[in-house]
Each structure stands twice: as C-alpha cells, then as structure tokens.
C-alpha cells in the first residue's frame, strides 16, 4: 500500500469525528502516504492533521472545478480510497480518483444509497454506533485489524494569538468556553439561558466564561454576554487553530451539537453537551466522564434544521439541569487528577 485517499468533504464535526480512522490507517500501513480530499471551507481542519501528506482542496462546485480535481487526484495514483461520507457525490469522486480499491460502507449505513455500486468493497458496522466507531469499523474491514480500541486525534499544536488574549483578559484564571451557536437553528439553547448560566460558571465555579462566535453569530454572543450581568466576555475572532488551542487550555465547554463540542471532545476538554433534534449516542462527545443533557427521544423534529413543534424540545432543558450536570462533570475532572497525583 503506497497510497491513500481520505475522501470527507464536510462538516467540520464530521472531519474530526473521522480522525480516529485515519489515524487507525497510518497504524495499519505507516508507510503509507494519506491524502485528504476536503471543501474549500473545512481545510484548515485538515491541514492541522499530522499523519496527512496533502490536503486536497474541492474548489468551486462546477464541472471545471471537479474535472480538475479529478486530474489532480488521478495524477496521484491511489492504491485505495476510502468514502466516510456517504453520498453519491463523495463516492463519484473517490472513484473518479483512479484507486485501484474504492471502499465505503453497506447500502444501509449511506446517507444516499445511490453512492453503492460506486464501491469495489464495503463494510457493515454494527447498529446504532457512534460516527466515530462507524468510520473505525470502516477500516477495520481493510485492514483485518480491531480498530475499535483506540481513539487517536492527531492535530498539530500552533500557537494562539486569541488564546493569548483570553488569557490575558481572565486574568490568568480557569475559563470556559460557551458556544452558542449552530448551523442549524433547532441545535441553539436560548441565548438567555447561556447568560444565566455563565454568571453562575463566574460565581459559583471560579471561572471566566468566555462566548465562542462564528461567522454571523457575533450579536448572539454578544446577547450571551448581556444576559450573564458582565460575567462573560465575547472571545476573539477565532480560527480553527484558535478554536483547537482554546479548548486544550479551558476547564470545560458548554455547547450543543456544533463543531466546537467536537472539537473540545478531541482535545479531551470536560464537556457539558445540549442535545435535541440529533442524537448525542451517534454525534455526542465519547470519554464517559463528558455529560450530555438531552431531548432526543421526545423531539419531534429530529434532524430537522428548523423546528416546526409548537415548543422546541431544547427550550425544555433548565439552566438548574446545565448547572447539576456541570458540576458533575467539574468533580470528574477533579477526581482525574488527583488519581493521576
């Protein structure tokens, strides 16, 4: 095996949440040079993975710019592409790379079935796992070894200009990072309920909260920072490097299903996660000692980006609920160290 292709074009949750397998495939073949092929808009993720040798770039959505792509995947000559993502459009294009093999998984666990007969080899992960230990199954397939045991997230440590900001403005304190925002306007607790709750993160746990924003959702940190009585800043204009050296150095992150959280999980931040139209047991943080409160059972608009329900299940959590399951997960955190003491 001389040569990979990763193809993953999107989301930013769903680039991290298949590190683990590409790091499962650089275990089982290290010699082996990976390539990732990712949208315009999510390469700066990939460009901070380690164990990949290029981030290909899918460009503008037109057919010149998937014919050259496809030039410049074929010029590469893979032995193997490996589709986490599911659809026709990212298996055509593991196809069209020229790869000798073409895996992906079974009809049952793509997002579009269509994507099937574009694959020389499937695989058949259990039901009901968590994305994470679907995308390892996937390699387990290719390489006949258990890849299930060992979760690797391989980012690039850089340094951070906004990380150096936040601790400056913290004055050197523990601080945690709330994020409000989403794509989906069904994943955001009430901006309110965050202020309410970063005043209690100042008042009660000693530390500085601190409203993660991305692009057009500075005013909503900016309503996070007035409902919390001044104990929240907004952070800084953050990149996605910012965002990775942000969440090794905070005590905990607060946020719903969005890439930040995934992001945190990767880089083992004490977690607490707000969940309602998705799943937390497929998308949620994966240490046992995170806590995810969530509505999932009695949403009645999963995976839908807008709520149509009369009241949104999200609206149904308390800021009492956030708090209890915060400090849970804060004692986790204190018993961690003290055993590694």
């Known amino acids: 095996m001389n040569r990979i292709l990763i193809v993953r074009l999107g989301s930013l949750g769903d680039i991290v949440h298949?590190?683990?397998?590409?790091?499962?495939?650089?275990?089982?073949?290290?010699?082996?040079?990976?390539?990732?092929?990712v949208d315009?808009?999510?390469?700066?993720?990939?460009?901070?993975?380690?164990?990949?040798?290029?981030?290909?770039?899918?460009?503008?959505?037109?057919?010149?710019?998937?014919?050259?792509?496809?030039?410049r995947l074929r010029a590469r000559a893979y032995d193997l592409a490996v589709d986490f993502q599911g659809l026709l459009k990212s298996a055509i294009l593991a196809r069209a790379s020229g790869a000798r093999r073409v895996?992906?998984?079974?009809?049952?666990?793509?997002?579009?079935?269509?994507?099937?007969?574009?694959?020389?080899?499937?695989?058949?992960?259990?039901?009901?796992?968590?994305?994470?230990?679907?995308?390892?199954?996937?390699?387990?397939?290719?390489?006949?070894?258990?890849?299930?045991?060992?979760?690797e997230f391989p980012l690039e440590?850089?340094?951070?200009?906004?990380?150096?900001?936040?601790?400056?403005?913290?004055?050197?304190?523990?601080?945690?990072?709330i994020n409000p925002g989403a794509a989906w306007p069904?994943?955001?607790?009430?901006?309110?309920?965050?202020g309410e709750l970063a005043a209690i993160l100042y008042e009660r746990f000693g530390l500085a909260p601190f409203v993660l924003w991305g692009p057009g959702e500075r005013s909503l940190a900016q309503a996070v920072v007035d409902a919390s009585g001044g104990a929240a800043r907004v952070a800084p204009e953050t990149s996605i490097s910012d965002l990775v050296e942000l969440a090794r150095a905070a005590s905990l992150t607060v946020s719903g299903d969005t890439g930040p959280i995934h992001l945190a999980a990767a880089v083992g931040t004490p977690i607490v996660g707000l969940y309602g139209p998705t799943s937390h047991l497929r998308n949620g943080p994966w240490s046992a000692a995170d806590r995810c409160i969530?509505?999932?059972?009695?949403c009645a608009c999963r995976h839908k980006r807008r709520c149509t329900a009369r009241t949104r299940c999200l609206d149904d959590i308390t800021v009492d609920e956030v708090v209890r399951a915060v400090e849970r997960r804060l004692q986790s955190s204190v018993a961690a160290r003290e055993l590694r003491v």
């Open 18 to 37: 298949t590190l683990p397998a590409a790091a499962a495939l650089e275990r089982a073949w290290p010699n082996t040079r990976i390539d990732w092929l």
């Open 40 to 71: 315009a808009r999510h390469r700066e993720l990939v460009d901070l993975v380690t164990i990949v040798d290029t981030a290909i770039e899918l460009g503008t959505p037109t057919p010149s710019g998937w014919i050259d792509v496809t030039r």
């Open 103 to 151: 895996a992906g998984f079974s009809v049952w666990h793509l997002r579009e079935r269509t994507a099937r007969p574009l694959y020389s080899e499937t695989a058949e992960p259990d039901e009901g796992l968590h994305v994470v230990w679907k995308n390892l199954a996937l390699v387990s397939s290719l390489t006949g070894n258990e890849a299930r045991g060992r979760l």
């Open 157 to 177: 440590r850089r340094g951070s200009h906004a990380l150096s900001m936040v601790r400056a403005a913290s004055g050197g304190a523990p601080f945690a990072l």
């Open 186 to 194: 069904n994943k955001r607790w009430p901006a309110v309920r965050f």
């Open 294 to 298: 969530t509505r999932f059972d009695a």
